[in-house]
């Protein structure tokens, strides 16, 4: 059974900084991508993150520069390092792993910045 549980999020002042992981198991074949959404009140989910297996790297543009994910494949971890955090970045943050066809989620973290 594939399971995805994200940890590190929480509550910040603007500026600082938050690095949310998370690690997966029972996944059976390589992956392809891991990725970092974000869903805030009222909006929709949108991609913050991705990282593909041969470490090709994409970012919504709102977070260019301040965030940067990563991936270390012998712990099955993904992470979001987040620098210079806005109060526009309160979300919860949700993992996601690609795997041939199929498509994972974590059950997200909540990450909170005040002004």
């Known amino acids: 059974q594939v399971q995805l549980v994200e940890s590190g999020g929480g509550l910040v002042q603007a500026g600082g900084s938050l690095r949310p992981s998370c690690a997966h198991s029972g996944m059976l074949f390589s992956i392809n991508t891991m990725g970092w959404y974000r869903q805030a009140p009222g909006k929709q989910r949108e991609m913050v993150a991705t990282i593909t297996n041969g470490w090709r790297t994409n970012y919504v543009d709102s977070v260019k520069g301040r965030f940067t994910i990563s991936r270390d494949n012998a712990k099955n971890t993904v992470y979001l390092q987040m620098n210079s955090l806005k109060p526009e970045d309160t979300a919860v943050y949700y993992c996601?792993?690609?795997?041939?066809?199929?498509?994972?989620w974590g059950r997200g973290t909540q990450v909170t910045v005040q002004e």
């Open positions: 996601n792993v690609v795997q041939s066809s199929d498509s994972y």
